[in-house]
């Protein structure tokens, strides 16, 4: 019929591979998840919250809304935190700003820290955090109303003691996460 068709196979980018499987912790300390939540003020300022969750034992160490992060107030929030309960050999988080910020990959080599990135689209990759983020926003912040920070601040942390000491979890054989935290000073932290 005289058309002109392309034969040309559209050639690709960016070299596909697989992604290296990841092995599950085995031990506490081992890989630390977190993430970012968002939620408001009564007075409809916005908050965001830090979330970071030990993959192995659901211990979550911290649990920290501020108004705005940046890049040094994530890792001031993780030093306080592996202050109390030591550092994780690996933490999984997305493609975000403050993740991949020099602060953050600083802190992780000085302490012998592996950051983990998920791929650019795909939170399954980070799934625990966000089963613990589902968790927390149904379970906390939908419960609650926050007329300040520090309002925020203490429900949150007053939920947090409550998930970490006293809610049974049912994929650590109904118990709660401290329970499976190796040490007095991780009971101290709590």
């Known amino acids: 019929m005289g058309l002109q068709l392309r034969n040309k196979t559209p050639k690709r980018r960016v070299k596909a591979k697989l992604r290296e499987d990841r092995s599950d912790a085995v031990h506490s ?9 968002h939620d408001q ?10 979330t970071v969750v030990d993959t192995f034992s659901h211990f979550s160490p911290v649990v920290d809304p501020r108004f705005s992060y940046r890049g040094e107030d994530v890792v001031a929030t993780l030093d306080r ?26 802190w992780a080599y000085q302490r012998g820290v592996e950051l983990d990135f998920s791929r ?11 089963s613990f983020n589902g968790k927390f926003r149904s379970e906390c912040l939908n419960a609650h109303w926050f007329m300040t920070l ?8 007053e939920w947090r003691k409550d998930y970490n000491n006293v809610r049974p979890h049912s994929a650590i054989g109904n118990k709660p996460p401290i329970s499976l935290m190796k040490g007095s000073s991780a009971a101290a932290a709590a």
């Open 29 to 37: 300390n081992d890989v630390w998840a977190m993430d970012f939540v």
């Open 41 to 50: 003020l009564a007075t409809g300022r916005k908050i965001r919250v830090l």
């Open 81 to 106: 935190a592996c202050r109390s309960i030591g550092y994780p050999k690996t933490i999984r988080v997305d493609q975000g700003s403050k993740f991949i910020s020099r602060d953050l990959d600083l």
């Open 120 to 130: 650019p689209g795909k939170p399954t990759d980070n799934a625990f955090i966000e």
């Open 150 to 157: 520090d309002d925020a601040r203490s429900k949150m942390e």
